[in-house]
């Protein structure tokens, strides 16, 4: 049965009961050779078709690749494909796992945007590549579902936390918790610039949070201030331009997170974590910055 968190009268509860998850130590990463704006599905992509500089995006892309590295983490890097311009967004495509056996597990995405679509094949034949067990949702009766974009996992804990709204589907939800056996907390997005879940909201660690409050309703505030100790308010425009909200702090002590994001930076500093800024410029052009464009592993 599915186990669907509402209120934060039961999500003390759930989180405690959840089941510990080793923090993953893998990082999956698509080459942007072929990433460009081509169309428009954000308001980020807006009077930005054709402008990316590709030599640029490379650069940026290869130092966010290295500081992975730098931090201990194992990069696998895929090539990018002709057509999918977006394809170098990988947390978009799936959902991985590993469940209490260590099994590998991914949960293949169904996107919402047509120009993206086939995209999941690659990431599929990756997986199996890799030896994951591959899983499928229903399209004939979900309508949406975009992997880590909008299902984010709760630092070391076998519960999950669900966007919903714009790209993804509560019924996905549904099906996800009770095929996999893990609570997921619903959090409704509001905001049409924060499309996905991973663009107002960064687990820092089991006791943090980084979010973009006005992304989300009073309700998912207060799951969210249920669950964490410590919430970190990023400001609009950090938040907004700088996409502040879709860092990445792999192992719950180092942030990495793009460039001038200072009001953050000083937050992150004095809650004890260390920030690592990178420049994201050119993805920020399609709605995407560092948390986008990796997808954490086992």
Known sequence: MADIIT?????????????????????LMAN???????????????GNIGKVNKKKALWQWEVIRDKFRLLGLRVHEMEGVPGFPDMVFTANQSLPFIDQKGQKHALM????????????????QWYRRHGYNVHYLDAAKIPGFEGMG???WHHRKQILWGGYGYRSSQLAYETVSEAFEVPIVMLELVHPAFYHLD??????????????????????????HAAFPTVIEAPEKEAQELFACN????????????????????????????????????FLKSGGSVFCMKLMLW
């Open 32 to 46: 942007p050779k072929y990433f460009s704006v081509d169309y428009v599905i954000n308001p980020h992509m807006e």
């Open 199 to 224: 663009t107002c909201f960064c687990v820092l660690n089991e006791k943090s949070v980084l979010i973009y409050p006005p992304a989300f309703t009073n309700d998912g505030l207060d799951l969210i």
């Open 150 to 152: 909008d299902a984010i």
């Open 109 to 124: 995405s169904i996107m919402h945007s047509e120009q993206r679509k086939e995209e999941v094949p690659y990431f599929e």
């Open 247 to 282: 860092a990445c702090c792999p192992d719950g002590k180092n942030v990495i997170i793009q460039k001038g994001c200072h009001e953050v930076n000083k937050a992150l500093k004095q809650n004890g974590f260390a920030f690592h800024e990178v420049d994201t410029g050119e």
């Open 7 to 27: 209120s934060k009268e039961t999500l003390a509860q759930a989180i405690e009961k959840a089941s510990v998850m080793p923090a993953p130590r893998d990082v």
